[in-house]
Protein backbone atom coordinates (compact mmCIF):
# COMPACT_ATOMS: atom_id res chain seq x y z
CA UNK A 1 0.00 0.00 0.00
CA UNK A 2 2.89 2.42 0.66
CA UNK A 3 4.49 1.66 -2.41
CA UNK A 4 1.01 2.51 -4.41
CA UNK A 5 0.78 6.08 -2.11
CA UNK A 6 4.56 6.62 -3.33
CA UNK A 7 4.09 6.09 -7.32
CA UNK A 8 0.92 8.17 -6.51
CA UNK A 9 3.12 10.73 -5.28
CA UNK A 10 4.11 12.42 -8.84
CA UNK A 11 0.46 13.04 -9.51
CA UNK A 12 0.89 16.35 -7.15
CA UNK A 13 4.28 17.58 -8.36
CA UNK A 14 3.93 20.86 -10.31
CA UNK A 15 4.72 20.40 -14.14
CA UNK A 16 7.58 22.57 -14.66
CA UNK A 17 9.47 20.14 -11.84
CA UNK A 18 8.20 17.27 -14.00
CA UNK A 19 9.45 18.76 -17.34
CA UNK A 20 12.97 19.61 -15.60
CA UNK A 21 12.79 15.97 -15.04
CA UNK A 22 12.45 14.98 -18.04
CA UNK A 23 14.44 17.12 -19.75
CA UNK A 24 17.30 14.96 -18.86
CA UNK A 25 16.13 11.75 -20.58
CA UNK A 26 17.42 11.02 -23.88
CA UNK A 27 14.71 11.13 -27.09
CA UNK A 28 14.83 7.55 -26.94
CA UNK A 29 13.33 7.42 -22.99
CA UNK A 30 11.13 10.75 -23.80
CA UNK A 31 9.45 8.40 -26.33
CA UNK A 32 9.02 5.26 -23.98
CA UNK A 33 7.78 7.88 -20.73
CA UNK A 34 5.11 9.13 -23.16
CA UNK A 35 3.65 5.74 -23.00
CA UNK A 36 3.30 5.59 -19.38
CA UNK A 37 -0.34 7.49 -18.77
CA UNK A 38 -2.36 10.31 -20.32
CA UNK A 39 -0.45 13.14 -18.25
CA UNK A 40 2.95 12.37 -18.93
CA UNK A 41 2.30 12.04 -22.78
CA UNK A 42 1.08 15.65 -22.88
CA UNK A 43 3.79 16.40 -20.91
CA UNK A 44 6.41 15.09 -22.79
CA UNK A 45 4.90 16.92 -26.14
CA UNK A 46 5.61 20.16 -24.27
CA UNK A 47 8.01 21.79 -26.73
CA UNK A 48 10.08 23.04 -23.94
CA UNK A 49 11.84 19.09 -23.94
CA UNK A 50 12.02 19.52 -27.71
CA UNK A 51 14.47 22.50 -28.34
CA UNK A 52 17.88 20.70 -28.84
CA UNK A 53 17.28 17.22 -30.10
CA UNK A 54 19.83 14.39 -30.10
CA UNK A 55 19.77 11.91 -32.29
CA UNK A 56 23.31 10.93 -32.59
CA UNK A 57 23.25 8.11 -29.90
CA UNK A 58 20.30 6.80 -31.58
CA UNK A 59 21.35 4.32 -33.70
CA UNK A 60 19.64 2.73 -36.76
CA UNK A 61 17.44 5.49 -36.98
CA UNK A 62 15.28 5.26 -40.09
CA UNK A 63 13.02 7.20 -42.25
CA UNK A 64 10.15 5.96 -40.20
CA UNK A 65 11.24 6.70 -36.80
CA UNK A 66 12.27 10.90 -38.59
CA UNK A 67 8.56 10.76 -39.67
CA UNK A 68 6.75 9.59 -36.18
CA UNK A 69 8.83 12.80 -34.25
CA UNK A 70 8.15 14.90 -36.56
CA UNK A 71 4.52 14.15 -36.51
CA UNK A 72 4.04 13.56 -33.08
CA UNK A 73 6.45 15.48 -30.78
CA UNK A 74 9.04 18.47 -32.87
CA UNK A 75 7.34 21.44 -33.36
CA UNK A 76 7.73 25.25 -33.46
CA UNK A 77 9.87 24.92 -30.57
CA UNK A 78 12.92 22.67 -32.28
CA UNK A 79 16.37 25.18 -32.00
CA UNK A 80 18.97 22.49 -32.79
CA UNK A 81 18.27 18.88 -34.52
CA UNK A 82 22.13 16.50 -34.50
CA UNK A 83 21.16 13.07 -37.04
CA UNK A 84 23.08 10.20 -37.66
CA UNK A 85 23.10 9.34 -41.16
CA UNK A 86 22.96 5.73 -42.48
CA UNK A 87 26.37 5.77 -44.72
CA UNK A 88 28.08 3.33 -42.47
CA UNK A 89 25.17 1.14 -41.30
CA UNK A 90 24.83 -2.26 -43.61
CA UNK A 91 20.94 -1.22 -43.45
CA UNK A 92 21.18 1.53 -46.08
CA UNK A 93 18.48 2.85 -47.33
CA UNK A 94 17.09 6.58 -47.86
CA UNK A 95 17.91 8.48 -44.80
CA UNK A 96 16.66 12.39 -45.62
CA UNK A 97 14.19 12.68 -48.26
CA UNK A 98 12.72 15.80 -49.89
CA UNK A 99 9.55 15.35 -48.55
CA UNK A 100 10.72 15.17 -44.81
CA UNK A 101 12.64 18.18 -44.89
CA UNK A 102 9.65 20.27 -46.30
CA UNK A 103 7.56 19.27 -43.80
CA UNK A 104 10.37 19.65 -41.62
CA UNK A 105 10.79 23.26 -42.80
CA UNK A 106 6.72 23.59 -42.28
CA UNK A 107 6.38 22.31 -38.64
CA UNK A 108 9.87 23.74 -37.65
CA UNK A 109 10.46 27.96 -38.90
CA UNK A 110 12.43 28.31 -35.79
CA UNK A 111 15.52 25.54 -36.29
CA UNK A 112 18.73 27.59 -36.71
CA UNK A 113 21.23 24.77 -36.53
CA UNK A 114 21.39 21.47 -38.32
CA UNK A 115 24.37 18.76 -37.34
CA UNK A 116 24.50 15.49 -39.90
CA UNK A 117 26.70 12.37 -39.12
CA UNK A 118 27.68 10.40 -41.54
CA UNK A 119 24.75 11.04 -43.96
CA UNK A 120 24.54 9.92 -47.49
CA UNK A 121 23.53 13.30 -49.23
CA UNK A 122 23.66 12.33 -52.84
CA UNK A 123 20.08 11.80 -53.05
CA UNK A 124 19.16 15.76 -52.78
CA UNK A 125 20.26 17.73 -55.69
CA UNK A 126 20.76 20.96 -53.81
CA UNK A 127 21.33 22.29 -50.11
CA UNK A 128 18.00 24.96 -50.68
CA UNK A 129 15.91 21.48 -49.71
CA UNK A 130 17.11 21.88 -45.96
CA UNK A 131 14.40 24.15 -43.86
CA UNK A 132 15.47 28.32 -44.68
CA UNK A 133 15.52 29.19 -41.11
CA UNK A 134 19.09 27.41 -40.80
CA UNK A 135 22.00 29.75 -39.40
CA UNK A 136 24.33 26.25 -38.93
CA UNK A 137 25.11 23.94 -41.13
CA UNK A 138 27.51 20.97 -39.74
CA UNK A 139 28.36 17.60 -41.78
CA UNK A 140 30.77 15.27 -40.41
CA UNK A 141 31.64 12.21 -42.63
CA UNK A 142 28.91 12.90 -45.20
CA UNK A 143 28.53 12.10 -48.80
CA UNK A 144 28.00 15.55 -50.82
CA UNK A 145 26.45 15.62 -54.65
CA UNK A 146 28.54 17.84 -57.13
CA UNK A 147 25.81 20.70 -57.05
CA UNK A 148 25.47 20.46 -53.22
CA UNK A 149 25.74 24.13 -52.16
CA UNK A 150 24.49 25.64 -55.43
CA UNK A 151 22.26 28.43 -55.04
CA UNK A 152 19.25 29.12 -57.49
CA UNK A 153 16.85 32.21 -56.82
CA UNK A 154 13.81 30.43 -57.48
CA UNK A 155 12.82 27.20 -56.14
CA UNK A 156 10.88 23.90 -58.05
CA UNK A 157 7.80 24.64 -56.30
CA UNK A 158 7.92 28.38 -57.96
CA UNK A 159 8.44 26.59 -61.50
CA UNK A 160 5.74 24.39 -60.97
CA UNK A 161 3.05 27.64 -59.89
CA UNK A 162 4.05 29.39 -63.21
CA UNK A 163 3.19 26.15 -65.01
CA UNK A 164 -0.45 26.20 -63.42
CA UNK A 165 -0.89 29.90 -63.51
CA UNK A 166 -2.45 30.28 -67.26
CA UNK A 167 -5.68 32.02 -65.89
CA UNK A 168 -5.79 35.63 -63.69
CA UNK A 169 -7.00 33.85 -61.30
CA UNK A 170 -4.30 31.54 -60.92
CA UNK A 171 -1.79 34.15 -61.25
CA UNK A 172 -3.77 35.69 -58.27
CA UNK A 173 -3.22 32.72 -56.62
CA UNK A 174 0.55 32.28 -57.63
CA UNK A 175 1.00 35.69 -55.85
CA UNK A 176 -0.45 34.82 -52.47
CA UNK A 177 1.62 31.61 -52.37
CA UNK A 178 4.59 33.03 -53.35
CA UNK A 179 4.63 35.58 -50.37
CA UNK A 180 3.60 32.55 -47.99
CA UNK A 181 6.19 30.05 -49.27
CA UNK A 182 8.27 31.58 -51.57
CA UNK A 183 10.53 34.05 -49.39
CA UNK A 184 13.29 31.49 -47.88
CA UNK A 185 14.29 30.65 -51.82
CA UNK A 186 14.15 34.32 -53.31
CA UNK A 187 16.26 36.04 -50.40
CA UNK A 188 18.87 32.88 -51.03
CA UNK A 189 20.14 30.57 -48.24
CA UNK A 190 20.64 32.06 -44.70
CA UNK A 191 23.45 29.85 -43.52
CA UNK A 192 26.44 32.36 -41.61
CA UNK A 193 27.91 29.24 -40.32
CA UNK A 194 29.03 26.30 -42.32
CA UNK A 195 31.39 23.39 -40.39
CA UNK A 196 32.73 20.73 -42.72
CA UNK A 197 34.39 17.79 -40.77
CA UNK A 198 36.09 15.04 -42.89
CA UNK A 199 33.94 14.96 -45.72
CA UNK A 200 36.02 13.48 -48.64
CA UNK A 201 33.82 14.47 -51.53
CA UNK A 202 34.18 18.37 -50.69
CA UNK A 203 35.98 19.74 -53.66
CA UNK A 204 37.36 22.92 -55.24
CA UNK A 205 33.77 23.04 -57.05
CA UNK A 206 31.58 23.09 -54.00
CA UNK A 207 33.95 26.03 -52.53
CA UNK A 208 33.27 27.89 -55.50
CA UNK A 209 30.23 27.66 -54.99
CA UNK A 210 30.05 28.55 -51.71
CA UNK A 211 30.94 32.04 -53.16
CA UNK A 212 27.18 32.75 -54.22
CA UNK A 213 26.23 32.73 -50.48
CA UNK A 214 25.48 35.96 -49.60
CA UNK A 215 25.28 35.47 -45.62
CA UNK A 216 28.14 32.91 -44.78
CA UNK A 217 30.58 34.48 -42.53
CA UNK A 218 32.40 31.29 -41.09
CA UNK A 219 34.19 28.78 -42.62
CA UNK A 220 35.45 25.91 -40.98
CA UNK A 221 37.46 22.86 -43.17
CA UNK A 222 38.61 20.42 -41.11
CA UNK A 223 40.30 17.24 -42.89
CA UNK A 224 38.84 18.35 -46.55
CA UNK A 225 42.09 16.39 -48.19
CA UNK A 226 40.37 17.54 -51.66
CA UNK A 227 40.49 21.14 -51.24
CA UNK A 228 43.57 22.63 -53.25
CA UNK A 229 45.36 25.88 -53.20
CA UNK A 230 44.19 26.94 -56.82
CA UNK A 231 40.44 26.65 -54.80
CA UNK A 232 41.03 28.41 -52.06
CA UNK A 233 42.80 31.51 -53.95
CA UNK A 234 40.13 31.54 -56.93
CA UNK A 235 37.43 31.77 -53.87
CA UNK A 236 39.03 34.38 -51.53
CA UNK A 237 37.73 37.68 -51.98
CA UNK A 238 39.15 40.29 -54.31
CA UNK A 239 38.58 43.24 -55.88
CA UNK A 240 37.36 42.92 -59.33
CA UNK A 241 35.59 44.50 -62.25
CA UNK A 242 31.92 44.48 -60.56
CA UNK A 243 33.31 45.38 -57.41
CA UNK A 244 34.49 42.52 -54.42
CA UNK A 245 34.57 38.91 -55.72
CA UNK A 246 34.33 35.73 -53.95
CA UNK A 247 33.44 34.53 -50.05
CA UNK A 248 33.70 38.65 -49.35
CA UNK A 249 31.95 38.14 -46.60
CA UNK A 250 33.77 35.86 -44.87
CA UNK A 251 35.37 36.91 -41.65
CA UNK A 252 36.75 33.50 -40.32
CA UNK A 253 38.20 30.67 -41.71
CA UNK A 254 39.56 27.58 -40.24
CA UNK A 255 42.13 25.06 -42.26
CA UNK A 256 43.17 22.09 -40.38
CA UNK A 257 44.51 18.64 -41.66
CA UNK A 258 44.93 16.44 -39.00
CA UNK A 259 43.45 12.76 -40.41
CA UNK A 260 44.11 9.59 -41.86
CA UNK A 261 47.36 8.72 -43.53
CA UNK A 262 47.36 7.92 -47.02
CA UNK A 263 46.09 11.30 -48.78
CA UNK A 264 48.42 13.35 -50.49
CA UNK A 265 48.84 16.82 -48.96
CA UNK A 266 47.68 19.53 -51.06
CA UNK A 267 48.61 22.32 -48.47
CA UNK A 268 45.66 24.19 -49.53
CA UNK A 269 46.25 27.38 -47.03
CA UNK A 270 49.27 28.17 -49.51
CA UNK A 271 46.37 29.58 -51.24
CA UNK A 272 45.87 32.59 -48.86
CA UNK A 273 49.24 33.95 -50.48
CA UNK A 274 47.06 35.84 -52.94
CA UNK A 275 45.26 37.97 -50.14
CA UNK A 276 42.01 37.84 -48.52
CA UNK A 277 39.86 41.05 -48.23
CA UNK A 278 37.88 41.51 -44.89
CA UNK A 279 39.43 38.02 -43.34
CA UNK A 280 39.95 39.04 -39.81
CA UNK A 281 39.57 35.43 -38.05
CA UNK A 282 42.43 32.89 -39.08
CA UNK A 283 42.49 29.43 -37.49
CA UNK A 284 45.14 26.97 -38.54
CA UNK A 285 45.69 23.33 -38.13
CA UNK A 286 47.61 20.08 -38.04
CA UNK A 287 49.76 20.00 -41.20
CA UNK A 288 48.42 23.59 -42.25
CA UNK A 289 50.19 25.36 -40.26
CA UNK A 290 53.60 25.60 -41.83
CA UNK A 291 52.00 26.74 -45.17
CA UNK A 292 49.53 28.45 -43.75
CA UNK A 293 52.31 30.71 -41.44
CA UNK A 294 54.15 31.54 -44.70
CA UNK A 295 51.22 33.51 -46.16
CA UNK A 296 49.54 34.92 -43.55
CA UNK A 297 51.39 38.30 -43.84
CA UNK A 298 49.48 39.14 -46.76
CA UNK A 299 46.29 38.87 -44.78
CA UNK A 300 46.03 42.88 -43.79
CA UNK A 301 42.65 42.98 -42.33
CA UNK A 302 43.71 39.70 -39.87
CA UNK A 303 43.03 40.39 -36.38
CA UNK A 304 43.20 36.85 -34.91
CA UNK A 305 45.02 34.07 -35.23
CA UNK A 306 45.00 30.59 -33.69
CA UNK A 307 47.09 27.91 -34.00
CA UNK A 308 46.45 24.33 -32.97
CA UNK A 309 47.48 20.36 -33.22
CA UNK A 310 50.89 21.14 -34.43
CA UNK A 311 54.36 21.23 -33.55
CA UNK A 312 56.35 24.52 -33.82
CA UNK A 313 59.46 26.89 -32.83
CA UNK A 314 60.04 29.90 -31.14
CA UNK A 315 61.98 31.25 -34.30
CA UNK A 316 59.33 29.55 -36.92
CA UNK A 317 56.52 31.74 -34.87
CA UNK A 318 58.48 34.95 -34.15
CA UNK A 319 59.56 34.81 -38.05
CA UNK A 320 55.75 34.58 -39.00
CA UNK A 321 54.72 37.17 -36.45
CA UNK A 322 56.96 40.29 -37.87
CA UNK A 323 54.93 40.97 -40.65
CA UNK A 324 51.10 40.68 -38.67
CA UNK A 325 51.33 44.02 -36.91
CA UNK A 326 47.40 44.50 -36.88
CA UNK A 327 47.25 41.38 -35.08
CA UNK A 328 44.97 41.58 -31.39
CA UNK A 329 44.79 38.29 -30.51
CA UNK A 330 47.01 34.65 -30.86
CA UNK A 331 46.22 31.82 -29.24
CA UNK A 332 47.95 28.53 -29.35
CA UNK A 333 45.99 25.05 -28.77
CA UNK A 334 47.42 21.56 -28.44
CA UNK A 335 50.55 22.97 -29.51
CA UNK A 336 54.20 21.14 -28.85
CA UNK A 337 56.73 23.66 -28.55
CA UNK A 338 60.32 22.42 -29.59
CA UNK A 339 63.42 23.62 -26.90
CA UNK A 340 65.38 26.06 -27.70
CA UNK A 341 68.57 25.27 -29.54
CA UNK A 342 71.37 27.35 -27.92
CA UNK A 343 74.56 27.90 -30.41
CA UNK A 344 77.99 26.02 -28.67
CA UNK A 345 80.24 28.00 -27.03
CA UNK A 346 83.84 27.93 -28.13
CA UNK A 347 86.83 27.63 -25.90
CA UNK A 348 88.63 30.96 -25.72
CA UNK A 349 86.20 33.02 -26.92
CA UNK A 350 83.72 35.11 -25.29
CA UNK A 351 85.45 34.63 -21.58
CA UNK A 352 86.32 38.02 -20.30
CA UNK A 353 83.18 38.80 -20.75
CA UNK A 354 81.68 35.58 -19.12
CA UNK A 355 83.56 36.40 -15.36
CA UNK A 356 82.39 40.14 -15.77
CA UNK A 357 79.04 38.79 -16.34
CA UNK A 358 78.96 36.19 -13.07
CA UNK A 359 80.78 38.69 -11.09
CA UNK A 360 78.10 40.96 -11.73
CA UNK A 361 75.84 38.52 -10.91
CA UNK A 362 77.63 38.14 -7.82
CA UNK A 363 76.85 34.19 -7.09
CA UNK A 364 73.59 34.07 -7.08
CA UNK A 365 72.15 30.86 -7.74
CA UNK A 366 68.61 31.90 -8.14
CA UNK A 367 69.23 34.13 -11.52
CA UNK A 368 70.90 30.47 -12.75
CA UNK A 369 68.20 28.67 -12.73
CA UNK A 370 65.79 31.26 -13.90
CA UNK A 371 68.03 31.36 -17.12
CA UNK A 372 68.45 27.15 -16.88
CA UNK A 373 63.97 27.24 -16.55
CA UNK A 374 64.00 29.98 -19.84
CA UNK A 375 66.60 27.75 -21.81
CA UNK A 376 64.61 24.64 -21.12
CA UNK A 377 61.02 26.10 -21.47
CA UNK A 378 60.23 28.37 -24.41
CA UNK A 379 57.07 29.91 -23.60
CA UNK A 380 58.46 32.34 -21.56
CA UNK A 381 60.79 34.16 -24.09
CA UNK A 382 58.11 33.70 -27.15
CA UNK A 383 56.58 35.80 -24.39
CA UNK A 384 59.09 38.38 -24.52
CA UNK A 385 59.79 37.99 -27.87
CA UNK A 386 56.18 38.47 -29.22
CA UNK A 387 55.66 41.41 -26.60
CA UNK A 388 58.38 43.52 -28.70
CA UNK A 389 56.84 42.69 -32.27
CA UNK A 390 53.24 42.58 -31.08
CA UNK A 391 52.82 44.93 -28.41
CA UNK A 392 49.05 45.64 -28.50
CA UNK A 393 48.35 41.90 -29.07
CA UNK A 394 46.80 39.18 -26.04
CA UNK A 395 48.55 35.79 -25.83
CA UNK A 396 46.67 32.41 -24.90
CA UNK A 397 48.19 29.28 -24.52
CA UNK A 398 45.98 26.41 -24.54
CA UNK A 399 46.99 22.41 -23.18
CA UNK A 400 50.24 23.46 -24.86
CA UNK A 401 53.58 21.50 -23.57
CA UNK A 402 57.00 21.37 -24.33
CA UNK A 403 59.15 18.72 -26.47
CA UNK A 404 61.70 17.21 -24.28
CA UNK A 405 65.01 15.82 -26.45
CA UNK A 406 66.28 12.39 -25.41
CA UNK A 407 69.63 13.62 -25.08
Known sequence: MDEFKACNMLDYFPENILIDVLSYLSVRELVRAGRVCKRWKRLVKDQRLWRFVDLTAWKGVTSRILWLLLRQYLGCGLRCLRLRGLLLSARGGTFLSESWLKALST??????????????????PSCQLLPPSLQVLELRGCELP??????????????????????????QQ???????????????????????????????????????????????LRDTFRVTANGLRSSAAKDGVCGVEGLSRLKFL?????????????????????????????????????????????????????????????????????????????EFLDVIFQPRQCPPVVEGEGGGEE????????????????????TNDPIPSLRRSLAVLLPSCTLVFTNCSVQINAD
Open 174 to 220: QGRDRKGKGLGYLSGIAIGRLVLNNVPSFTDQHLQSLTSWERLSRLE
Open 146 to 171: REFFNQTLTSPACSQEKAEATSSVGA
Open 254 to 330: EIGITGRQGYQLQMASLGLGAGWLGLEELSLGGKEVGPGLLCASRLKDLKCLCLWACTLSEMQIVRSCRMLRGLRQL
Open 107 to 124: KCPRLSKLYLLHADLRSL
Open 355 to 374: QDNEEAAGGDNSSDDNKTLD
